[in-house]
């Protein structure tokens, strides 16, 4: 299986760092093809935790070439911090290959998103505040500034001139200090010759290998439910984490893609504001997130958290084309008397099996619960299906019937290990 994109099902969050770290290790090429360092993947190896936001979880294994693809957004000060840590500690970044199209958040964008999320009031969507919204509106508005730039100075100041003048009325408006053009292309310009041996036509490097017979996995950043088309608009990231994305995001087409897996947490979490129609808001909610350690790698905020809505999972299972599910988390179910799932949403008095065709409709739809049975036992420890209480093993059956689609691996706890694969990928 040559070609597989990984993304999130849900609202993110779900354990892709995990996922890909997995799967990663059979692969030649890791892709990030969305997104910046708003992400936050954890991958535990060895009881070592890792937690990458900028850098694809690919690059934890070794022989792996990572690659940070056309579609996602750059910023610099964090690439090159995370590369120096990750090298502090012994992981080996000296093949990360970047996108010469790829394009950068100049320092400006961060506090655009700032004065963006004041503007809106009690509108606030929560962005990681990482510049990466402001800095996807300068590329589609044409005003963007990309990795290739840094190797034409004059082109970059001009550049930069033209972007950042519009913002400094938005500063002075609002109170924040205004930048100068100048002193922001000394400092992108600083990092040209440290990036310069990384840059890369990601496209034909990743093509080339696929000809050749190689493996590459496609690591979406976000979830399908925060994609800026699909997702539950605007309460969304910037750019396409669903399937789609990783195509445009790396120069690749869809006859070269060979399996979409989607991992999805056997519950559900959110982080930042939007509709949640299966969220938690009680001591249940609470207990949730202990037990899951829901708390964000990026920014530490406290995560949402609700039973599996698999309204949302069967959305993304049609959205991306999903082939194979990687079902997270079970573990922190362990120990309810029964778990509700969330099968169709009532929407003024009607059952609906599908997302809500507008957005208001998915503000008021109320979930529509089966109760399931629980377990007490400890799952941790279990390698295989069989090996996993009778109600678990009904529960993963039930998901999997409900998102209508074959659940490929059940994660039962943090480490690399204690994975149960029931369909193996790539010859796991
Ligand atoms: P932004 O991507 O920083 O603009 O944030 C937009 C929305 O997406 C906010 O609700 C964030 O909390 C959410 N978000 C962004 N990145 C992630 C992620 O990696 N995991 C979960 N939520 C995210
Ligand atoms: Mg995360």
């Known amino acids: 299986m040559p070609a597989v994109i990984v993304l999130g099902a849900q609202w993110g969050d779900e354990g892709k760092g995990k996922a890909t770290d997995q799967i990663g290790h059979l692969t030649n090429y890791v892709v990030k093809f969305n997104g910046g360092n708003n992400a936050g993947h954890t991958v535990v190896i060895d009881d070592e935790k890792y937690a990458l936001h900028l850098l694809p979880a690919g690059i934890l294994s070794r022989g792996v070439t990572p690659i940070i693809g056309n ?9 090159f911090q995370e590369i120096e840590e990750m090298t502090a500690r012994g992981v080996d970044c000296s ?75 938005i500063f002075q408006a609002v109170g924040m200090d205004t930048l100068d053009a100048a002193e922001v292309t000394q400092e992108l310009l600083s990092y040209a010759e440290r990036i310069r041996p990384m840059v890369s036509d990601v496209s034909l490097e990743v093509n080339n290998a696929l000809d050749r017979g190689e493996t590459v996995l496609f690591e979406g950043g ?51 504001e939007g509709p949640f129609p299966t969220e938690l ?11 899951g350690g829901e708390f964000g790698v990026t920014t530490g905020r406290p995560r949402r958290t609700g039973w599996f809505d698999a309204v949302i999972v069967r959305y993304a299972t049609r959205v991306n084309g999903l082939t194979d599910i990687c079902l997270t988390k079970l573990d922190v179910l362990s120990g309810y008397k029964s778990i509700p ?8 008095g009607v059952r609906t099996e599908d997302m809500p065709l507008d957005q208001g409709a998915f503000e008021r739809a109320i979930p529509i619960y089966e109760e399931m049975p629980g377990w007490d036992d400890d799952i941790s420890q279990c390698r295989s299906f069989d090996e996993l209480p009778e109600n678990a093993q009904a529960y993963v059956t039930r998901l999997e019937e409900i998102s ?25």
Request: glycine letters at 12%; one cysteine or more; aromatic letters at 6%.
């Open 95 to 169: 093949k990360l290959k970047i996108s010469s199209n790829a394009h950068i958040i100049p320092s400006y964008n961060r506090f655009i998103d700032q004065a963006n999320e004041k503007a809106r009031g009690h509108n606030l969507i929560g962005t990681t505040g990482r510049g990466i919204g402001p800095t996807y509106a300068d590329k589609m508005n044409r005003i963007g500034i990309r990795i290739q730039d840094l190797f034409a100075p004059e082109t970059l100041a001009e550049k930069v001139a033209l972007a950042l003048a519009p913002k400094n009325e």
């Open 222 to 272: 976000q979830a399908t439910m925060l994609d800026i088309d699909h997702g539950t608009y605007p309460f969304v990231t910037s750019s396409n984490p669903t399937a789609g994305g990783a195509l445009t995001g790396s120069g690749v087409g869809p006859t070269r893609i060979d399996r979409v897996v989607g991992v999805a947490k056997a519950y559900t979490t959110r982080v930042g």
């Open 281 to 291: 808001t009680d001591e249940v909610g609470e207990e949730l997130r202990t037990k």
């Open 404 to 428: 209508r689609c074959r659940i490929q691996s059940i994660g039962v706890g943090p480490g690399r290990e204690a994975t149960i694969v029931r369909y193996p990928l790539l010859g796991e």
């Open 71 to 79: 579609g996602v957004v750059v910023d610099i000060e964090v690439l």
């Open 341 to 348: 799932l969330c099968v169709a949403y009532e929407v003024d």
